[in-house]
């Protein structure tokens, strides 16, 4: 028996290596953006990958061990990205080498994905633009909350050294007699963001609809609603077929200084039945029913499809922090969401059947805003057959845009944000009353004061002024003696 197990193992060592299984490239997706470009490699298996760029001329280089490729590169659609031109190879010691001609610096970065309900075995090589922004004019959300804070501490320690009885800085007969500056009658900026987008479409109708594609559908008439009315002017969150972070989507809002964020989706559930529009607002204790608990789950699980964990990295330690000195001033905004929400969610009433009545609070990660009010917006259950049909149909989008657009509106002509040109059409619809005083060329505080037979400190104090400047053309308000 000892020589029949020695004889088996040595039969045994004498077999040829298993032959490594082979992946084979099956399709190559690419999708620009304005900050980045996303590769992704369809693979009938898994491979690995080595990536690495190149100089005079620039290049990319993707090698996958063991790989072969079973696609047209011809076929791939470069408009719009960093790439000018892909050509593939066996390299050195076999495998598979794709090489991307480059028309700029990139930054790549990749990982694998493995299969889940809607792809097999991935590679998704992203390329980042140094320098680029998906948004124009970028500004850092940190730095203006600091300033502003700075601004208000500053107006508060005036304030409180005159309360104190220190003399001011300025005599009170000397007055800076500077012209009024002009009222900015800023446009209301409004974020709209599609869901989804690029390799992730989102929810699938039995029909094969897209949700990526009917809320982007609805987002532009939106768009084209919002950019039509005086006062008001849009941002598209992502104005292609491509995918953009969760986290990535509010941070485009807030560096546009968006006034509200609304993010379009279309429902989707494991029953054709459920049918209906909803509308939700951020709640910092969880969602309020067990729906809105499994939808918020499913809709952040977004960024897995795309890619990204979404989680905050450990190593980026100042990408914490900021995110939680903003997470600080949510409260603040939720208020206004609700408002806002009722609004809408009574116009999309008019023109298709509601899921819930009332606004509903999850914690959807796209209305973690913390500075700008938040809707997202289930359009309606691309489940559902029947809804499936509507959201297909041009007029039915055009309902639901403007039923959206109807909700916002409203608000914001009833309380339109500071310094905006609604607000300045609201302002000047009054005419100055007898309690009212127009500020001519020559006017001082205290002239203004004795005319009207006030105190000094009492008409600062009406007025919420801190010092004693004040503008030709500014309008103050005349407490009764």
């Given at each position: 028996?000892?020589?029949?197990?020695?004889?088996?193992?040595?039969?045994?060592?004498?077999?040829?290596?298993?032959?490594?299984?082979?992946?084979?490239?099956?399709?190559?997706?690419?999708?620009?953006?304005?900050?980045?470009?996303?590769?992704?490699?369809?693979?009938?298996?898994?491979?690995?990958?080595?990536?690495?760029?190149?100089?005079?001329?620039?290049?990319?280089?993707?090698?996958?061990?063991?790989?072969?490729?079973?696609?047209?590169?011809?076929?791939?659609?470069?408009?719009?990205?960093?790439?000018?031109?892909?050509?593939?190879?066996?390299?050195?010691?076999?495998?598979?080498?794709?090489?991307?001609?480059?028309?700029?610096?990139?930054?790549?970065?990749?990982?694998?994905?493995?299969?889940?309900?809607?792809?097999?075995?991935?590679?998704?090589?992203?390329?980042?633009?140094?320098?680029?922004?998906?948004?124009?004019?970028?500004?850092?959300?940190?730095?203006?909350?600091?300033?502003?804070?700075?601004?208000?501490?500053?107006?508060?320690?005036?304030?409180?050294?005159?309360?104190?009885?220190?003399?001011?800085?300025?005599?009170?007969?000397?007055?800076?007699?500077?012209?009024?500056?002009?009222?900015?009658?800023?446009?209301?900026?409004?974020?709209?963001?599609?869901?989804?987008?690029?390799?992730?479409?989102?929810?699938?109708?039995?029909?094969?609809?897209?949700?990526?594609?009917?809320?982007?559908?609805?987002?532009?008439?939106?768009?084209?609603?919002?950019?039509?009315?005086?006062?008001?002017?849009?941002?598209?969150?992502?104005?292609?077929?491509?995918?953009?972070?969760?986290?990535?989507?509010?941070?485009?809002?807030?560096?546009?200084?968006?006034?509200?964020?609304?993010?379009?989706?279309?429902?989707?559930?494991?029953?054709p039945r459920p049918n209906g529009s909803s509308v939700y607002a951020l709640s910092q204790r969880g969602a309020t029913s067990e729906t809105a608990q499994w939808l918020a789950a499913s809709e952040n699980q977004a960024d897995l499809i795309g890619g990204v964990d979404g989680n905050l990295s450990l190593n980026d330690k100042d990408e914490v922090l900021r995110g939680v000195l903003l997470?600080?001033?949510?409260?603040?905004?939720?208020?206004?969401?609700?408002?806002?929400?009722?609004?809408?969610?009574?116009?999309?009433?008019?023109?298709?059947?509601?899921?819930?009545?009332?606004?509903?609070?999850?914690?959807?990660?796209?209305?973690?805003?913390?500075?700008?009010?938040?809707?997202?917006?289930?359009?309606?259950?691309?489940?559902?057959?029947?809804?499936?049909?509507?959201?297909?149909?041009?007029g039915h989008q055009q309902r639901m845009a403007e039923s959206i657009f109807s909700g916002l509106q409203a608000h914001f002509r009833s309380n339109p944000p500071p310094a905006s040109l609604l607000a300045w059409q609201r302002d000047n619809q009054r005419t100055p009353s007898g309690n009212e005083y127009r500020i001519q060329p020559g006017d001082t505080l205290s002239q203004i004061a004795?005319?009207?037979?006030?105190?000094?400190?009492?008409?600062?104090?009406?007025?919420?002024?801190?010092?004693?400047?004040?503008?030709?053309?500014?309008?103050?308000?005349?407490?009764?003696?």
């Open positions: 028996m000892a020589g029949i197990g020695l004889l088996a193992i040595l039969c045994l060592t004498l077999l040829p290596d298993a032959p490594v299984r082979a992946a084979q490239v099956d399709n190559i997706r690419l999708w620009a953006a304005p900050d980045h470009a996303r590769l992704v490699f369809d693979l009938s298996d898994h491979a690995e990958a080595d990536i690495f760029t190149l100089d005079n001329p620039r290049r990319l280089v993707i090698d996958l061990d063991q790989s072969g490729l079973d696609t047209d590169l011809a076929s791939l659609e470069l408009e719009g990205s960093a790439i000018t031109a892909v050509r593939s190879g066996v390299r050195d010691g076999g495998g598979l080498r794709v090489v991307l001609e480059l028309s700029r610096e990139v930054e790549p970065r990749h990982f694998t994905l493995p299969p889940n309900e809607q792809y097999g075995h991935r590679l998704v090589v992203d390329m980042e633009y140094p320098g680029e922004s998906a948004v124009q004019n970028p500004i850092d959300p940190i730095e203006a909350m600091i300033r502003e804070q700075e601004i208000a501490a500053n107006r508060h320690r005036s304030g409180s050294s005159e309360t104190a009885g220190e003399a001011p800085r300025v005599d009170p007969e000397v007055v800076a007699q500077q012209p009024a500056a002009p009222h900015p009658r800023r446009d209301i900026i409004i974020a709209i963001d599609a869901g989804h987008g690029g390799e992730d479409p989102g929810a699938i109708g039995p029909s094969g609809t897209r949700e990526k594609d009917v809320v982007m559908e609805i987002s532009r008439r939106l768009q084209r609603l919002v950019d039509d009315t005086e006062g008001f002017r849009a941002v598209m969150i992502r104005d292609g077929d491509y995918y953009v972070g969760l986290r990535q989507r509010t941070r485009i809002a807030r560096e546009q200084k968006a006034d509200f964020f609304v993010s379009i989706h279309a429902d989707a559930f494991n029953s997470d600080l001033t949510m409260t603040a905004t939720l208020n206004d969401s609700l408002a806002i929400g009722g609004q809408v969610l009574d116009q999309l009433g008019r023109v298709n059947r509601l899921h819930k009545s009332r606004v509903e609070q999850a914690g959807f990660m796209v209305l973690k805003s913390p500075d700008i009010p938040s809707l997202l917006i289930e359009t309606g259950f691309i489940s559902n057959p029947d809804e499936e049909r509507r959201l297909r149909d041009s004795a005319r009207h037979g006030v105190p000094v400190a009492q008409l600062k104090q009406a007025n919420e002024l801190n010092g004693d400047v004040i503008r030709v053309g500014q309008v103050l308000r005349i407490p009764r003696s």
